[in-house]
T-cell receptor, first 116, second 117 residues
């Protein structure tokens, strides 16, 4: 089946630094990718919808300048958490939808971010 | 207003029994899709089943079936013959097009299912 890979799976960064999380669709092209954030024992919260070749569409309340999303190709979207703070520590997960066919949305393995 | 509502924060089921996880949704998009995902304690999201708004028949995938009642806007997941490995969080999700013309997927709050031996 289709595979979506996220990297890194775990990252620890210092407060004030930036960290990039990659989301790759390994065996299919994805014009649309989604970025979610999940706090412990809570549901996934959609942060933004990433469209290849255009600006991401952010959900209300999500800071565009803090969570930079780039979807430069049909197989790669990146989320950069800029000037990270401890409250940004969370589980970030991406998903991708098959282009042109199929109704399934596949998820990456998720990335645990800890800001110290 | 909640787009996806899962009213059962936790459920218990005896091994080998069937269990139904509830999900109701709200959308004005006539062309939408409904998903169920399983999230084990390890965190990854596992796709279980999909139902399109125009699909005439209820979706089935092995032990999973989706009880789709369009008029009631409900999409309950039925797991037959529960197994210990089914213990996990289960999320209902909906894909729709917004008034802005872009696609989004939103999730319910999840149901924690525990299978009892």
């Amino acid at each position: 089946g289709a595979v979506v890979s996220q990297h890194p799976s775990r990252v620890i960064c210092k407060s004030g630094t930036s960290v990039k999380i990659e989301c790759r669709s390994l065996d299919f092209q994805a014009t649309t990718m989604f970025w979610y954030r999940q706090f412990p024992k809570q549901s996934l919260m959609l942060m933004a919808t990433s469209n290849e070749g255009s600006k991401a569409t952010y959900e209300q309340g999500v800071e565009k300048d803090k969570f930079l999303i780039n979807h430069a190709s049909l197989t790669l979207s990146t989320l950069t958490v800029t000037s990270a703070h401890p409250e940004d520590s969370s589980f970030y997960i991406c998903s991708a939808r098959l282009t042109g066919a199929g109704n399934t949305i596949y998820f990456g393995e998720g990335s645990w971010l800890t800001v110290v | 207003a909640q787009k996806i509502t899962q009213t059962q924060p936790g459920m218990f089921v005896q091994e080998k029994e069937a269990v139904t996880l509830d999900c109701t949704y709200d959308t004005s998009d006539p062309s939408y899709g409904l998903f169920w995902y399983k999230q084990p304690s390890s965190g990854e999201m596992i796709f279980l089943i999909y139902q399109g708004s125009y699909d005439q028949q209820n979706a089935t995938e092995g032990r999973y079936s989706l009880n789709f009642q369009k008029a009631r806007k409900s999409a309950n997941l039925v797991i037959s013959a529960s197994q210990l490995g089914d213990s996990a969080m289960y999320f209902c999700a909906m894909r729709e097009y917004t008034s802005g013309g872009y696609q989004k997927v939103t999730f319910g709050t999840g149901t924690k299912l525990q299978v009892i031996p």
